[in-house]
């Protein structure tokens, strides 16, 4: 976290001071642009190699905690290098979206570029252009050489220098002894790739509305190149059971949810349409933005700079005052805010209520109307469950009665001087094919209770 903090810190030192330099040369006007690009190649390279540190600690973590089950080091190393990869990859873009800009007063409190007190500003435009520039050069940035580097460590990898001879031929088990392991980590690095373009796709997709589509683009991509790699660079892997796709499952639900929470705030806060939503109702009457820029603007006097003795340099002489983006009162000494901005962050926090509120509801009302299992699939595994339980019963039934013929064909000591003992009767009563037949009167019973049984079950066609 200390690292990604400080690397977002000297990126914004270099946008200031880039600002500061661009200023004085004749590429002002194409300034905003240039530290906005330059700025977002930089943290995208920043990032990329952050990342491969960040993989190494997660591992050596996890390795610590000496887990007992391969499954439970998966889902540690897999949720560690999630969140080390979430910070990295998205700390310049919530920073844009959420905190440039938004703890300065007025313009006698911003500070010179050159002295240690300057905040990075806005754009006069807002920070919505840039946010858009920031994610669209490290989403298609990351995806891009991902690619590459995926390429080339399968290339790599699966070459092996061999000293015979050319004409030596060499058998095919040879070859694939040869070939890279496919370990539990594979499935991690491949799971993690999705993971985080999903989290680009949705975290931020108000800023970027076409970033569905570059996702699509790249995984058409990746799906040949996964296809090539796993087919001839890579052992065969040995199969195991899984339910799901573990912990991957949670990380998905967790940022699905977040991103409502984001794409609201974006809109509300980052954008214009609260305002410019305001400004129809109060303002223009619903008829359009005419005048619109005026209004988001507050003057700021002169006279007050040249009290603090921050007038910057370089400003036109004879002004008696300039126009900031605020809404605050043109009169000294505190510039507080107007009834139009709290009324329009009320909008916003109502907005932000709303939109996630709907959104979630959406999202409930469709897994209750679409399960996970069709309704004819639970019939048919309802079914199949009663009728495995119905044979478990008819068995344990038709082993009692077997059990209850023996124990019956069991004769009673007989007294021998008794007048009525008749030995020829007595030994066949207890002959074997006397117990035999009495199972198989049994039997037949038992075949016939079952045949009524069977005739009473529910069929398969029965089940709509």
Known sequence: MAIVCTTLFATIVYRVQ??????????????????????????????????????WVARRLTDLELHKYQSKYDDSLAIKIY????VNFYSSLFYIAFFKGRFDEYPSKYGEPSSKDFT????????????????????????????????LFAMCGACVCRNRDK???????????????????????????????????????????LAPLFALINNLIEVRLDAWKFLSKYKRPIPHKASDIGIWSD???????????????????????????????LQSGGTGLNGYV??????????????????????????????????????????????????????????????????????????????????????????????????RWASKTYEENIQRSIHSSQVTPINVNSPNYDAKSSLNIKSPINIKSSVNVKS?????????????????????
């Not at 330059?38 to 491969?52: E, F, G, K, P, R």
């Not at 969140?83 to 979430?86: C, D, K, P, V």
């Not at 500003?121 to 995926?150: H, R, W, Y």
């Not at 509801?361 to 469950?385: C, G, N, S």
């Open 294 to 391: 005026n209004w988001t603007l507050s003057s700021f006097p002169i006279a007050d700079y040249n009290q603090t003795g921050t007038m910057p340099s370089g400003a036109p002489s004879g002004l008696t005052y300039c126009r900031y983006r605020d809404f605050r009162e043109s009169t000294g000494p505190s510039y507080s805010h107007t009834s139009v901005y709290w009324n329009i962050t009320a909008a916003r926090l109502v907005f932000i209520i709303l939109f996630e509120h709907i959104i979630f509801i959406f999202i409930y009302l469709m897994q209750w109307l679409v399960p996970d299992v069709p309704k004819t699939i639970q019939d048919k595994i309802a079914h199949e469950r009663y009728i495995d339980q119905r044979e």
């Open 83 to 86: 969140l080390f990869q979430f």
């Open 444 to 464: 037949s019973t038992r075949q016939s209770k079952q045949k009524t049984i069977f005739q009473t079950r529910v069929s398969p066609a029965d089940i709509p």
């Open 120 to 151: 990075e500003q806005c754009d006069p435009a807002g920070c919505f252009v840039e946010l858009s520039i920031q994610f669209l050069i490290i989403m298609t940035g990351k995806q891009i050489i991902n690619n590459l580097i995926e390429f």
């Open 167 to 209: 004409n030596t031929k060499i058998e095919q088990w040879e070859i694939d002894k040869d070939l890279n392991n496919f370990e539990s980590t594979t499935l991690i690095d491949e799971y993690l790739e999705l993971v985080i373009q999903f989290g680009f796709v949705t975290l931020f997709v108000v800023a970027f509305p």
């Open 18 to 55: 880039m600002d500061y330099i661009l200023k004085q040369t004749s590429a002002k006007e194409y300034s905003s642009i240039i530290i906005t690009v330059t700025s977002a190649v930089m943290n995208l390279i920043c990032s990329l190699i952050l990342s491969q540190f960040y993989y």
């Open 251 to 281: 990380i998905i639900s967790a940022v699905s949810f977040l991103a409502v929470l984001t794409n609201a705030v974006v809109i509300a806060w980052t954008s214009d349409f609260i305002p410019q939503m305001a400004y129809r109702a």
